[in-house]
């Protein structure tokens, strides 16, 4: 539920319900990679896992340890579905939707090198050029951008793909806010080092809420350069709503909590969308 509330933010109009519905699929399917790679998996296992996934073959899985391949199977079933009723529906960027979900996961695999060193980043800027492209926000945009339809364009596709600086500022809001609000539980375990700990490192800091007030004001330049990239008007209005729209969510989804894991601070707003509209 909170994940369809998720791309409510992002596709909100009645009209999009389908398109919610595929990208909620699209997004669930790349939770379960993400967990399966911070918490799950070898960096050996995960490396097989990518080599099987860039070949898109079932009989890749062969490869695989055993409690993998339904995974593997199933993520490979549920997008082959959906990229074929794009088809059907004359979508010209359908297989585009596969090729997003490759390159999100091959992302995820750059962490595990950190995380196995563990590897902390002198500064926030080298942590982002990575961290950007994992937190999946271009991808997101990217998708919703392809679930328009007619009205988006090989360009714009490539225009998003490229991490042009608006789209590099939306990934930053959704990156920096998922790690001042996740950092505390993550780092229980071993996990990647966060943004925090590279602004901590950065700047001689020891105490937490200082790294954070630093870091949100990362996140209010991040939200000048949308606004700029929304005013120049680049693509159409449509397309760019869609992308800023990802970095509203993102906002909201991690202004308090980490509102994905802890889905209990959400109650009251989904029962207001879903169970009580007005």
Known sequence: MEMHFWM???LYEPHHSYSRIVLTKWLKLLSLVDDFCDNYSTTEEYEIFIASMERWDKQAAERLP???KPIF???LDTINDIVEEL???KNKHAEMVRDLFIDIAKGYGAEDKWRDEGYVPSKVKEHLQISVGSSACMHITNISFILLGDVTTKEAIEWAFSYPEMIRAVCIVGRISNDIMSHEREQVSKHVASTVQACMKENGIMMLDQANEK???LIDEAWMDIIQGYLEKAHPIELLEKAVNVARIMDNIYKRDDA??????LKDTVISIYVNPV
């Open 8 to 10: 409510h933010g992002v």
């Open 66 to 68: 055993a409690y993998l």
């Open 73 to 75: 199977t199933f993520i």
């Open 87 to 89: 088809k059907l529906q």
């Open 215 to 217: 870091l949100r004001t």
């Open 260 to 265: 994905y894991t802890n889905p209990h601070s």
